[in-house]
């Protein structure tokens, strides 16, 4: 067969498909708008138990006060003395005597996010915020975010980024959910092989601050 034949024959099959398309298995399924279930607890709870259930160490703060005595007490107790952190609001808070600058060698890393996702427990991160390296070349990763910055869903997560950049949005926006998995060798889970093995979530209570400060 010429490769003008099966050529013409291609479009001909194509042709008779477009003319007698495959009815919908499922018609009354068509344009429904919202298949997900809505927010039935605290947003706070609700991100807790998703992030958690998917191996992500969850820690919640009062106050700020109450995030920086929490942070130096799991860098005591896991004996960190190399922590990574570039971003100023956290270096500045967080007070540490030396921050570690060379990210390939760090024990752990501390970085910010944009937003977090209660239903599906994400942290999601962005190029622009310069949050990104951290959750990839370090061991652990520490997150610190405000109660202020939750949201229930995915599209509420867009909603935010398409408010906040209009129309220059950021070049990477990363949903990090738990620790790094993989089922790639022999359908065995394996945890922490393209990323952190493991991950925290500080989360400062906007609503209990006093003056409402955060």
């Known amino acids: 067969m010429s490769e003008s034949t099966a050529r013409t024959n291609i479009l001909k099959k194509i042709k008779q498909a477009l003319e007698q ?7 009354k399924a068509e344009g429904l708008d919202n298949f997900i279930q809505p927010l039935q607890q605290d947003l706070v709870v609700e991100f807790a138990e998703e992030f958690t259930r998917l191996q992500g160490k969850f820690i919640f703060c009062a106050d700020k006060k109450e995030l920086v005595d929490n942070y130096h007490k799991l860098c005591y107790q896991n004996k960190w003395t190399k922590v990574y952190c570039k971003e100023d609001e956290w270096c500045s808070l967080l007070q540490q005597d030396q921050w570690h600058d060379d990210i390939s060698s760090a024990e752990a890393a501390v970085s910010g996010c944009e937003i977090l996702v209660a239903r599906t427990g994400s942290m999601v991160l962005s190029s622009t915020a310069n949050n990104r390296i951290p959750t990839v070349y370090t061991p652990v990763h520490l997150c610190m975010a405000y109660t202020s910055q939750l949201v229930y869903d995915i599209k509420d997560a867009l909603a935010f980024f398409k408010k906040k950049y209009q129309n220059s949005f950021p070049s990477l926006i990363s949903f990090a959910t738990g620790p790094s998995r993989t089922a ?14 493991e ?11 006093p003056n409402g400060e955060i």
């Open 21 to 27: 398309p495959t009815p919908l298995p499922f018609p």
């Open 199 to 209: 991950v925290y979530c500080f989360l400062v209570d906007t609503l209990l601050s």
């Open 184 to 197: 790639d060798i022999e359908k065995t889970l394996v945890v922490g092989v393209h990323g952190p093995k």
